[in-house]
């Protein structure tokens, strides 16, 4: 008995490069040094495993199947580590139609999306179709074999069922005719009944017991038949199945374990001397056998088992006839055979290679990636308010001074000098240089956002130029142009886009902000940049205060001056620290992952944030409530100060230009710091924008490149397609001639005209041949059947240039398409040569030996023409 298996072939991929759009996130996601580096090697890996894996003609060996299983659960572990859709890492996989050869004129069925759960399916899809070509490969002679058969039959069985499960949801759309459920579902269960086979082979080899024996065929029967219903039923399956030898070997394993079944049985009935039965289940058998051989006998060879049926039948028949007289009892009596099951489709658990080791193994997945982003976000907002609350409270102190003219009063007793504190001030403008440093940070600006803003409108012009070419095509081929319109699929990058044009608004604005007050504030800081001399000139003089040098008022302000500058020392330090702070909340997010299998960012990261940076936001508030205090104090203590000194008109002015020149200083950091600010963000917004650029120009070359494919395909479909022939009007000279008299006679050419010959005399018609069936003169129909009907002379082409018998032209070659009239041939005149002799016309012929003679029986002659017609034959 020899034994046939299906296999299945191997889906074929188009070249994907991995590495590049990988490598792209990895750089846009992770900070340079040494990780990022390990991470864009194991991209450089991944891309040569899957061209090892599916870029290349596998062999039918374990290894082979090994490198699919590498590259399977690699799949699976990167998946919750990168983003794979269809417009962030813009990678599409395109994979053929395993079952569709193509033709002609155009190639495979084959379907192309930026999906990793596609690429997934048709993996594990040709895991499951080379385990099925290894299995038919393995020598059945041995118990090795058996054993590694049986194994890569149930692997294959249960992969084809878990993409079964699984397909649907992981495309989100119509997958092609290979991997479509009702394919791989059949397919599975093929498989299945091909491994009970093997289990029944490897029992009959061990040689069990029948009743075993009968039980397993019983149960490999059953699997073929459900198979076998499948295909029957299933109209949506592929061609493969009934072109490629499938349904037929299905009905043949059918019948051919049906027919073990009862042989096993038989010998167990035997046994237990119910020889009736015997003989039943021999004969079912028998006929079962023969119905394999008469039908399916080019696909399965049941000889060997023919021969065993026919041999145990003769034998019980003899036994029974001579010995036993045991009545047979009727197929439908017997008692059914018992069914033995021991096989079952192997789940799909990952990872499925016992060698299988992740490549980014240290990468964090992409959901612990999004948590750690947020809370990133989170922790940004908390420090940048802590800092703002301390930065807002050192300009308040600073302006509660300016407008106090502290401590430029309590050092200016002499009424004559320049303070102190403003020469500090002014020295310290002067070092930071001045208004030339405001000048050129405020010319640098206009430069930095015209370029983000050319950045941002390249961005969205190609995306507005790809979405109006998809927009034509799908316009033009309407529901051929099947793919996700680009106005969908850049919603989110356009929202992306909105928020970038906002944040250049709003900084628009800001800069606004920044020129109006360095407008109004130049004049008194370029006075504060001004030499000594020149400052001391410009300060008007006021009343001497020197008797005040030493009292008590005097020293309590220069004492709650200094405790202010302390609290606004240790509010730099306080800042300095909130910015130093750094958490690894990676641990916090996947322990969460791990046992939760979900994060709830929101509560981890304000649980954390507020056990940090909790006793740094009551340091900052107990530093604010001290600058409080110690401001009422100030203000208290310089009322006093106050009445204690003459208030003139000199003092009056000499204190409002000490008071704008505090404030010029104040103001001078202020936009330094804004400007250096907003030239910072400026830069910062261009790295991010060009990483938007290239995000966008990526993701609008993946859709031209599926663009191309996709009007390629359809090409290709379009070319397969039969095309209504553009069937030309027929010629007026190839009409049929009418036999109504009234009808004009065409009249042909001139130069097919001939001239009319004299006609020779008539001549007596050739004997008939044979003495059955006399053949016929031309124009006359054999005895026994009827003469045909004259034709009217007017009708007759004869008629047309003068008499003779006319010859067969042939016609162009016209096509010749369903509907089509075709040719009407169009009778050529020709002179009548009665010594011309051809196959049909000869006067008579000479009998040759051992036939009888001819029959000189005289036929009617064919009216209408003086000679014999010569038949028409079709050119």
Known sequence: MATTFVSVPLKKASEVDLAKPLSKFIAASYPSGEAQAEYVRAAEELNKLRKSAVGRPLDKHDSSLEILLRYYDQLCAIEPKFPFAENQLCLTFTWKDAFDKGSLFGGSVKLALASLGYEK?????????????????????????????????????????????????????????DISPDTVGTLSLIMLAQAQEVFFLKAAADKMKDAIIAKLANQAADYYGDAFKQCQYKENLPKYFYFQEVLPVLAAKHCMMQANAEFHQSILAKQQKKFGEEIARLQHGSDLVKTVASRYDEYINVKDLS??????????????????????PDVKDLEAIGKATLVKSIPVNVPMSQKFTDLFVKMVPLAVQQALSIYNQRRADLVNRLIAQMRESTNLANGVLASLNLPA?????????????????????????????????????????????????????????????DNELKTKFKERWQRTPSSELYKPLRTEGANFRNTLDRAIQADKV???????????????????????????????????????????????????????????????????????MSTKFLTALAQDGAINEEAISVTELDRIYGSHTERVQKNLKKQEELLASIQSAHEEFSKSTQSTTNAAQREEVLKKLAAAHDQFVELVSNLREGTKFYNGLTEILLKFQTKCSDIVFARKTERDELLKDMQQSMAKEPSAPNI????????????????????????????????????????????????????????GTSAPASAPVSASPASIGGTGVLSQAQGPPYPSYQGYPGYYPMPMPMAYNQFAYGQYNVPYMFQPPGQSPFQSAQQPQQPGYPYPQQQYYQQ
């Open 728 to 783: 030309p009007a027929v010629p007026a000279y190839q009409t049929a001639v009418s036999v109504n008299e009234s009808t004009p006679v065409p009249t042909p050419a001139p130069r097919t005209v001939f001239q009319p010959k004299p006609q020779p005399p008539a001549r007596p018609p050739p004997p008939n041949i044979g003495s059955t069936y006399p053949a016929a003169p031309f124009g006359t129909a054999p005895p």
């Open 307 to 328: 021969d065993k049926i026919s041999r145990a039948l003769t034998a019980a028949k003899k036994d029974n006839d001579f010995i036993y007289h045991d009545r047979v």
């Open 121 to 177: 399916s048709c993996v594990l899809f040709n895991i499951g179709a080379l385990a099925s070509q290894i299995a038919a490969e393995q020598n059945l002679e041995n118990d090795e074999g058996l054993k590694s058969a049986a194994k890569y039959y149930q692997l294959a069985s249960g992969v084809f069922q878990h993409i079964k499960d699984t397909v649907l949801s992981a495309l989100n759309r119509e997958p092609t005719m």
């Open 409 to 469: 009063a309590v050092e200016d007793l002499s009424g004559d000098s320049v303070p102190r504190s403003i020469l500090e001030k002014s020295s310290s403008v002067i070092q930071q240089g001045g208004l030339q440093t405001i000048d050129q940070l405020m010319k640098d600006l206009p430069d930095l956002l015209q370029r983000n803003r050319e950045i941002l409108d390249e961005s969205l012009r190609i995306l507005d130029q790809e979405e109006v070419t």
């Open 514 to 584: 920044v020129r109006e007050r360095y407008a109004t504030h130049s004049e008194i800081i370029g006075l504060l940049c001004k030499p000594e001399a020149e400052l001391n000139a410009a300060i008007p003089s006021g009343n001497p205060t020197k008797s005040l040098q030493g009292s008590e008022v005097v020293m309590l302000l220069k004492t709650l001056l200094a405790s202010l500058n302390e609290v606004k020392k240790e509010r730099e330090t306080l800042e300095n620290d909130v910015k130093s702070v750094e958490f690894d």
